[in-house]
């Protein structure tokens, strides 16, 4: 199971931390990924991140604003995220996948947190 927190409302130009928070022992093994979905919008990723840590993804639209990466040892994923904009409100979710490679496709995540909501305002 999946569980995120940290959102919450923000005035543009500010930073939010999200946390994602795992059970279950196999967590180190998974690649895990944030993603968000605005109002009338698909789930788009944001960021991923491989099982040891070392490698990230980002999406064109946060590269550079957002960080993503994780404590294995407390099977914990997180999300940085500064200079936030209006387009950034979403409900972020973050997901595992039961693989080795990071991906950037919603279908290919096998397990979801419940989301947490982020609102930037202008």
């Known amino acids: 199971q999946l569980q995120a927190s940290g959102g919450g409302l923000v005035q543009t130009g500010g930073s939010l931390r999200l946390s994602c928070a795992a059970s279950?022992?196999?967590?180190?093994?998974?690649?895990m990924g944030w993603f968000r979905q605005a109002p009338g919008k698909e789930r788009e990723f944001v960021a991923g991140?491989?099982?040891?840590?070392?490698?990230?993804y980002y999406a064109d639209s946060v590269k550079g604003r957002f960080t993503i990466s994780r404590e294995n040892n407390k099977s914990m994923v997180f999300l940085q995220m500064n200079s936030l904009k209006p387009e950034d409100t979403a409900v972020y979710y973050c997901?595992?996948?039961?693989?080795?490679?990071?991906?950037?496709?919603?279908?290919?995540?096998?397990?979801w947190g419940q989301g947490t909501k982020v609102t930037v305002s202008s």
């Open positions: 997901a595992a996948r039961r693989g080795v490679v990071v991906c950037n496709i919603t279908s290919e995540f096998d397990y």
């Open positions: 279950g022992r196999t967590f180190y093994m998974y690649p």
């Open positions: 991140i491989t099982s040891s840590g070392v490698s990230t």
